[in-house]
C-alpha cells in the first residue's frame, strides 16, 4: 500500500515530530483549497480553537454555532473564554438556519461557526451578506466538507479561517489531524506559533539548521501535526477527489433507491455547490412503520453499521445547563434528534452496499 510505504519513509528518515512532511502538506493543501496559508495541526477541534484565538475571540464575546454538531464547535468556544450562542438549524440540509443566526445577532456577537453539515456546504452568500455589515468573522468548521465548493468557490477559501479535520473517519484521513486555511498572514502567523507552545520558530526550522535560540511569546498550545502523519495526509489528498467521486456514486445510488420508500427521507441535495458526501443522511418520519430507533436497532442486528450524527448539542447535560437551553428553542435539531440516521458510507465500500441497505429497511418495514 503506497500510504504505508510513505509513512515508512518518513519514519525512516528520522522526522518522527513536525517537520518538512507537515510543511509539504501544508503547501499542497493550501493549494487544493485555493487559500493563501494553510497551518496543520493535530485535530480539526485544534484548528477551530487556535482560529478563534487567532481572531482575538475571549471572554465578553458572543460566537453563534448551531445545535446540530459535534461537541467539538461548541467546545472551543467556551475554551477560549466567549461564549456559544447555540441556535436552531435549516430542516432540510441540517446547516445552521440564517433566520435563527439572524435573530441570534447582538452587540457581543464575534463570530459564526457554520458547520458544513454531512459535506454540504452552507450557503456562504447569504451567512456573508449577515456577517459583514457587523464585522462579524466567519471560521467555518469543515469537519466533513473537503474537497467541496460554493458558488464555484473551494471550500476553504470562502470565510476568515476555514479548519479541516484528518480523523480516521473523515473524508481524508491522517489518523488524528486537523487544517486551518485563511487567506489572512497574521492569522496563519498566530496559529501556526501558538500551535506549538507560543515559541517564535517552528522546532523543524531550528532544527533544520535555523538559530537553536527561540522565545516563547506567548501562551501557546501543543497542536502541532507530526511528519508520519503528514505523509499519511499527502497520500490522502493526492486520491480526494477520486474518494468524493466514490462517496458520491454511493449516495446518488441511495438517494435513487430511497425515492420510492414511503417515511425515509434523505436530506436536501441543493444546487450551486459541490457536496463532499462525508455523511449520508436520512429522516425516519412518521410516514415509516418503526421508529429511527427501530430502525436503527434492526440494521444493526442485521450487521449494518448505522450512526447518529448527531444528538443535538441542545440535549448534552453540559451545554442544557450551563446556557439554560430548552427543547423548544430548538424545533427542528429536536424533531432531527429523534429522527436522523446516518447510512454506510465510505469510499471502497461494495458497489451494491446501498442496495443490500435499502432492501434491510424495506425489510424490516415489513415486520
Ligand atoms: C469530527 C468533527 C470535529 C472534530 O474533529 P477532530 O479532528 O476530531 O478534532 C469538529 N466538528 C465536526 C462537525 C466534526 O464532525
Known sequence: MRDLAAVRETIESGWLTMGPKVAELEARFADAVGAAHAVAVNSCTAALHLSLEGLGIGPGDEVIVPSM????????????????????????????????????????????????????????????????????????????????????QLIGSIGDATC?????????????????????????DRAATMRLHGMSKDSWRRFAGGPAMYDVGALGFKYNLTDPAAALGLGQL???????????MHALRYLELLGSLEGIDPLDVLPNRQHAWHLLVVRVT???????????????????????????????????????????????????????????LYPDMPEDTPDRVVRAIRYLAKG
Open 69 to 152: 454538531t459535534f461537541t467539538a464547535t461548541a467546545a472551543v468556544v467556551a475554551h477560549v473564554g466567549a461564549t456559544p450562542v447555540i441556535v436552531d438549524v435549516d430542516p432540510d440540509t441540517m446547516n445552521i438556519s440564517v433566520d435563527a443566526v439572524r435573530a441570534a445577532l447582538g452587540p457581543r456577537t464575534r463570530a459564526l461557526i457554520p458547520v458544513h453539515y454531512a459535506g454540504q456546504p452552507v450557503d456562504m452568500d447569504e451567512l456573508q451578506t449577515l456577517a459583514e455589515p457587523s464585522g462579524l468573522a466567519i471560521v467555518e468548521d469543515s469537519a466533513h466538507c473537503f474537497p467541496a465548493s460554493f458558488g464555484g
Open 164 to 188: 479541516f479535520s484528518f480523523y480516521a473517519n473523515k473524508t481524508i484521513t491522517t489518523g488524528e489531524g486537523g487544517m486551518i486555511t485563511t487567506d489572512d498572514e497574521r492569522l496563519a
Open 238 to 248: 493526492k486520491r480526494a477527489s477520486f474518494l468524493r467521486d466514490r462517496r458520491e
Open 286 to 344: 412518521e410516514g415509516f412503520p418503526l421508529t429511527r430507533d427501530e430502525l436503527d436497532a434492526g440494521l444493526r442486528g442485521m450487521g449494518i453499521g448505522t450512526s447518529i450524527h448527531y444528538k443535538p448539542l441542545h440535549r448534552h447535560s453540559f451545554y442544557r445547563d450551563t446556557f439554560k437551553l430548552a427543547e423548544s428553542d430548538f424545533p427542528v435539531a429536536s424533531l432531527a434528534g429523534d429522527q436522523i440516521l446516518s447510512l454506510p
